[in-house]
Structure formats: C-alpha cells, structure tokens
C-alpha cells in the first residue's frame, strides 16, 4: 500500500477491499481466493513479497480472518500488516513446510470447495503444496474475481497513478536534450532510467523502457541496442515509472531532424486515433468499443494490416491487467477503471508509430492522467 497513507486510512481502505472480496467471491461461486506473493496480495494486506523459494500464500474466504502462509523469518513484516491475519509459519526444515499449508489450509475450510487463483500468478511450487494440504478442493480461475476490485481505483491509487505518470513525463523531459545524432538506443535507456530514479519512481520499473531508433522503431516490443541515432531516424519512447508500487506507461515519438513524409504521416495518423480512443471512453461504454475507435481511424487511412495489436491493457499494480481494450472485450467501462490507449503503425525496415496515453473512467466520460504533447517532436 502506498507509505503515504496513515496506518488507520491505510486499514481502512484494506478492510473495504476485504468487504468487496468477499463480495465478489459470492458472485464467482468460489468458497476462497489463494494468493501468492505478488501485487493482489499486496492489495489485501498491505504487504510485500517478492517471488522466491519460499513460497507465500494468502487464503481470502467469506467467513474466516485472512490466512497467511509465510516462512518464519517473515513474521516481523506479517506483524506489522495494517489488518489482523491469523498466520501460519514455517522453517528451514522442508518437512515443516507442508504442515504449514494443511494447517492454514483447514483453518480456512478450503478442502471439498471451490478455490479461485490467478493463473498468471500460481506458481506449480504453490499449487502443489495447496493440492496436498487440500486434495478435495477444485482450483480454478479466480482472475475475474479478484479483477472485479483491483479494476475500480479509489482515490489514493489514482493520486499514485497521477504521481507515476508525471515522474515519468519529466523524466522524458529531462532526457531529450541528450537524444542527438550518434547516442545508442542503450545510452539513452540508461539515461531515462536514472532521471526517474532521481525524481522519486520506485526502482521496479514497469518495464525496461523501449527506446526505438529508425527501423527497430517497428518492433512493438522493441529492447534498447547498439543502434546510433542517424538524421532522419523516428525516436520511439516508451516508458513508465513507479510511485509506491503504482504504475504509468507512456509513448511519444519524437524524430531527429525531419523524416520522411510517410513517417510523419504515420505518427499523425497515429496520433488521431489515439485521440479517437480517448473521446471514445465514457461509463457503460465497451472495451471492445474503444479499440473499434482508434482502429476505425487506421483502417481508414489504409494502414489497417499494420496496427498489429489491441489498442490497451489496463493499469496500476500491473502494467498488464484487466480490462484488456481490444476488439472483442465486450465488458462495459465503470468509473475508475484505469488503461491505455496505444494505437500504432508499424512499417517493417523502416519504421514505427505509436502514442500512448493513461486514462481513468469518470462520471463524464475520460480522463488522460498524460498531458505531455502528442505530436510528433523534432529533435
């Protein structure tokens, strides 16, 4: 949970969560939700752990106190969660480990029951013990459960989300007199990196930036290389920082000195479907809608094969979650949920366009947590 809430606002906020869980735990006919180590967990509990040998779970049910499975070095940090948890620890000593998980296990009435986990998330290691300590139980999906609360963010994550795209955004800012003819795509990566360190992100980044040079520009997923900046190259940012474990995800495009005419012409195409897509959001409105929008625009200009993937994916603990902005997402949007907006065209051997923005559902419509220009940038 982000440092800068009080311990009672911070229990508060947990405890609601727990309400709403349990709630949704109802409507997905699941008896509990098993959590490793990761961000749901953090949601629940106000802790973190990172993925080790040592596994972590975290049992949620309708009825008992949140059960937490740890190992005993960890007990100090489970102490200090702002909610009650009843825990269930173990040592080095292997044989003690599956002890640890049927205790917790019957303790939380799992057995003969149905049990949510979330698949991009459940390691096997995990999954085994759980299976041993409650052989009877059915593990299935529980994404949807747990994505019905971490979707709608409250007030204190969007203020995190705000302060993440901002350190982000300055710290482009602070990065671009440094982008000229002969610096690498890596050089500049480093760059970026450390200036939103320096502003405060967190050190996890969401993901290494993508800085994209002339033709390595029409790789979606580009990584940094040894490319040297040439005159006429599109410069491809994006990139996002962390404020308390709150996530942004930017692009800009930017070129050094004028490119060529279809490559300007491709990053305002770009840029008026992105603006398609944000006029687009709005309370009951689609996902699958959204993504109609900003396609529409491309297939108009006759780039349609080229826009190759969906147009967002939701974000917050996650640079990667629900709801996913693609075509066939028939889910309606509801206030406070939060994704981007990323149309691009992306042209092999020569080069790519892509904007991004981060935008949150309200009561009229949507909001850009980005205000950084959009058009094309000339260096």
Known sequence: MPATESAPEEAAAISRRHVRLRESLAEHDLHALAVN?????SYLTGLNFHISERPVVLFMTASA???????ELEIQKAKSAPVELDLFTYGEGLETWGTAFQAAAEHAGIDNNAVGVEPGCMRVLELRFLESAAPGARYISGEACMAALRMLKDDEELSQMQRATEIAEIGLQNTLPF????VTEKEIAGRLIANMLQLGSE???PFQPIIAFG???????AVPTDYALQRGDLVLFDWGA???GYFSDLTRMFSLGEPDDELRRIVEIVGQANEAGRSAVAPGTTAGSIDD???SVIKEAGYAERFVHRTGHGLGLEVHEPPYIRADNTRALEVGMTFTIEPGIYLPGRGGARIEDDM??????????????RQLGIL
């Not at 106190?65 to 190992?71: A, F, K, S, Y």
């Not at 982008?179 to 002969?182: A, I, K, S, T």
């Not at 419509?365 to 205000?371: E, H, K, N, Q």
């Open 37 to 41: 180590a990761g961000p749901s967990l």
């Open 65 to 71: 106190r949140p059960t937490l499975v740890l190992p």
């Open 179 to 182: 982008v000229e003819e002969g």
């Open 203 to 205: 050190g996890e980044l």
């Open 215 to 221: 033709a390595n520009s029409a790789n979606p997923h």
């Open 242 to 244: 962390n404020s308390n």
């Open 293 to 295: 929008a900003t396609r």
């Open 360 to 373: 949150v559902v309200t009561p009229s419509g949507g909001r850009s947590l980005s205000s950084i220009s």
